[in-house]
């Protein structure tokens, strides 16, 4: 289909006009885009922001409530607001962290996966999620590994099945 603004791709450029060094610009931006080391980085990085993101959304829920305990129930307002906030960023970093290994570790394995089968498909978000899960439970023993291994690999497989449907 030809552009109204000329050249042979719909969104009206055309590469023929560049020179060489801006296709290897571009070539070079579009490798280093698609590298394991890049796609890791920016996942943990995704990661961090939403864990950022849901930490605070989900401890603002333990304020809402009437339930206090004593020490700061004797605390002025100012200080009462102070403490929530200071425990809000807390807890809102530590998911941000939580989130962020989470994320890095499932899309490395997952691109080194399938940079090595040269195919995408389920069985690469399967094998990414058992690396996953079994990485992350490997401190409490080789049963919470294997369950960890199984449990995220059913979730992440079933996650890519349902984005890849028709």
């Given at each position: 289909?030809?552009?109204?603004?000329?050249?042979?791709?719909?969104?009206?450029?055309?590469?023929?006009?560049?020179?060489?060094?801006?296709?290897?610009?571009?070539?070079?931006?579009?490798?280093?885009?698609?590298?394991?080391?890049?796609?890791?980085?920016?996942?943990?990085?995704?990661?961090?922001?939403m864990?950022?993101?849901?930490?605070?959304?989900?401890?603002?829920?333990?304020?809402?409530?009437?339930?206090?305990?004593?020490?700061?129930?004797?605390?002025?307002?100012?200080?009462?607001?102070?403490?929530?906030?200071?425990?809000m960023?807390?807890?809102?970093?530590?998911?941000?962290?939580?989130?962020?290994?989470?994320?890095?570790?499932?899309?490395?394995?997952?691109?080194?996966?399938?940079?090595?089968?040269?195919?995408?498909?389920?069985?690469?978000?399967m094998?990414?999620?058992?690396?996953?899960?079994?990485?992350?439970?490997?401190?409490?023993?080789?049963q919470?590994?294997?369950?960890?291994?199984?449990?995220?690999?059913?979730?992440?497989?079933?996650?890519?099945?349902?984005?890849?449907?028709?």
């Amino acid at each position: 289909m030809a552009s109204p603004l000329g050249g042979g791709s719909p969104m009206g450029g055309n590469n023929n006009g560049m020179s060489l060094q801006e296709k290897q610009t571009i070539a070079m931006i579009q490798s280093t885009m698609e590298s394991c080391p890049f796609k890791t980085a920016m996942s943990g990085t995704a990661g961090f922001v939403m864990g950022g993101a849901f930490g605070l959304f989900m401890s603002s829920f333990e304020y809402s409530g009437p339930n206090m305990n004593e020490e700061i129930a004797n605390q002025t307002t100012k200080q009462q607001i102070k403490a929530a906030f200071k425990d809000m960023s807390s807890r809102s970093y530590s998911m941000a962290k939580n989130f962020a290994v989470v994320g890095a570790i499932y899309s490395g394995s997952e691109c080194c996966i399938e940079s090595y089968r040269a195919k995408n498909d389920l069985y690469n978000s399967m094998a990414a999620g058992c690396f996953t899960g079994g990485a992350l439970a490997v401190r409490a023993g080789p049963q919470a590994a294997a369950f960890g291994c199984a449990g995220f690999a059913a979730f992440s497989t079933a996650i890519d099945w349902y984005m890849r449907r028709d």
